[in-house]
């Protein structure tokens, strides 16, 4: 259980999704996991953004090489809602454990992890 707005939430999973469906390959699955300590993990397959790149990309109107149809903006946004969540979005290229594709991270705090910063 997170205390995160669920519009906010909704709307960080959408862009992350979106984002994913995209940009990465059109005949792979997008994953997207969740795990007990709120991490929120989207990938997908496709050719490895460059560092330099990876750097910029959730600056705002940035996009990668691509023809893909976009604003620029998506990632921009998922950031903003991290920072303001007390997270961060956490962007790789390669996938950890792969040689190509892209991953997108960020991590909700739990009811548990807020109720232990409270107390602290």
Do not use: H, W
């Not at 939430?9 to 959408?14: E, T, V």
């Not at 959730?58 to 691509?66: L, M, V």
């Not at 790789?92 to 997108?104: D, H, K, V």
């Amino acid at each position: 259980m997170s205390d995160i707005d669920p519009d906010a939430a909704g709307i960080l999973c959408r862009n992350l999704v979106e984002n994913a469906l995209r940009y990465g390959s059109e005949s792979s699955p997008v994953e997207v996991t969740l795990d007990p300590d709120g991490l929120l993990t989207v990938s997908n397959d496709g050719p490895v953004v460059p560092p330099e790149m990876l750097a910029k990309l959730a600056d705002r109107f940035e996009r990668g090489e691509t023809s893909a149809r976009g604003g620029g903006i998506g990632l921009s946004i998922v950031s903003a809602i991290a920072d303001r969540i007390g997270s961060r979005l956490v962007l790789r290229s390669p996938r950890p454990g792969t040689q190509s594709g892209f991953e997108a991270s960020v991590r909700f705090a739990t009811t548990s992890q807020s109720m232990s910063r409270d107390s602290s």
